[in-house]
């Protein structure tokens, strides 16, 4: 069930517009702690994703193989690839920062959105970017696992234009949606991607969109 936004609270969103919709890695590296993006074994490299452009969506190919190269770690240090967190029928990436109003609303409604796709087989996995590792550890504290990458690595080959940015990838690595953190197309997208008829999967968390 969509929400509807008391006007203060909407208002508040819209003077962070410009700063959410904006590329993050427009902002200044990290400093407080090692730069942690994914390893010289990368295969694609930032170059694929700035020929995308803003709203060109990923590829099966570039998506799967960078499954596989970005490593980032966790809130307690373990290092894995992306992949290490896919379920049985897909993931969900959501790409957030903990500044952006919009981004924090995701990262409040990802328990709920994670709970109800498990039940289908799909995990969700939370990927902060550009900020710093003391940020990151001292904001999060949710049942849906949290990477981090204080450089600019991952939103530079993910083509993170801004946050949050949500990506559904079924068990192959295909792209099944690839946008803002509007739950209703999230939910259309994980039936059509599991051949599943209208109405299976329920996501009442309140819409989103990136900023």
């Known amino acids: 069930m969509k929400k509807t936004l008391p006007a203060a609270v909407m208002t508040a969103f819209l003077l962070f ?6 590329k993050p890695s427009s902002a200044a590296p990290a400093t407080d702690g ?8 990368n295969k694609l490299g930032g ?3 700035k020929g995308r452009g803003r709203d060109a969506p990923m590829t099966g190919a570039d998506a799967a193989t960078l ?4 490593k980032l770690p966790d809130l307690f240090g373990a290092v894995k690839p992306l992949a290490g967190y896919k379920g049985k029928s897909g993931i969900l990436l959501a790409f957030v920062d903990t500044k ?16 109800v796709l498990e039940k289908h087989g799909i995990a969700s996995l939370l990927v902060n970017i550009g900020e710093t590792e003391a940020a990151v550890k001292r904001t999060y504290a949710t049942d849906v696992p949290v990477v981090y990458d204080t450089g600019k690595v991952t939103q530079e080959c993910w083509n993170v234009q801004a946050v949050p940015t949500v990506i559904l990838l079924d068990s192959a690595g295909a792209v099944a949606y690839q946008g803002g953190a509007a739950w209703a197309g999230v939910s259309a997208a994980a039936e059509k991607m599991l051949d599943l008829t209208a109405g299976s999967v329920v996501l009442e968390a309140q819409s989103t969109t990136q900023g």
């Open 100 to 115: 952006c109003p919009f981004s924090n609303v995701a990262i409040r409604e990802m328990p709920e959105v994670a709970s």
């Open 17 to 22: 517009l410009a700063a959410c919709g904006s």
């Open 47 to 49: 170059q694929a994703a």
């Open 67 to 70: 499954l596989t190269t970005t």
């Open 34 to 41: 090692p730069a942690t993006s994914f390893g010289k074994d």
